[in-house]
């Protein structure tokens, strides 16, 4: 018979493949109107690829829409790989400088692994 702990061990590791258990998955709007807190750190982001540019990628809480200098360019390992109206879970780390975007945004998140697909 199975312990209480064990059957939430097992629901852990589940989710596992979506997000790792206790993590802080943030919102792109969240860490984009207050960027300063998050330089430097590792973060999880959910969201989608709101467009394709020569090297990065512009990401979204939103699936369309109008863009604006609170999308985040997204660049690094399998950003390439990003599909439009797929809800994404990424990790990477967050950045000041070093790419410049077409929406003005000075930030950036660097992947650090590749982008997972989520079920929306």
């Known amino acids: 018979m199975m312990t209480r ?3 939430i061990l097992g629901l852990c590791i ?5 997000a790792w258990a206790g993590e802080v998955i943030h919102k792109v709007g969240r860490v984009t109107w207050h960027p300063t807190g998050y330089v430097g750190k590792l973060l999880a982001m959910k969201g989608y690829l709101l467009k394709v540019e020569d090297g990065y990628v512009l990401f979204s809480d939103e ?3 109008d863009i604006s200098a ?3 360019p997204v660049n690094g390992v399998g950003f390439d790989t990003m599909k439009p109206n797929t809800l994404y879970l990424l990790h990477g780390k967050f950045l000041n400088g070093g790419l410049i975007a077409s929406n003005g945004n000075p930030y950036h998140l660097e992947l650090t692994e590749a982008p997972q697909p989520l079920a929306p």
């Open 14 to 18: 589940g989710l596992a493949g979506a």
């Open 70 to 72: 609170h999308d985040l």
């Open 63 to 65: 699936a369309g829409g």
């Open 5 to 7: 702990r064990a059957v």
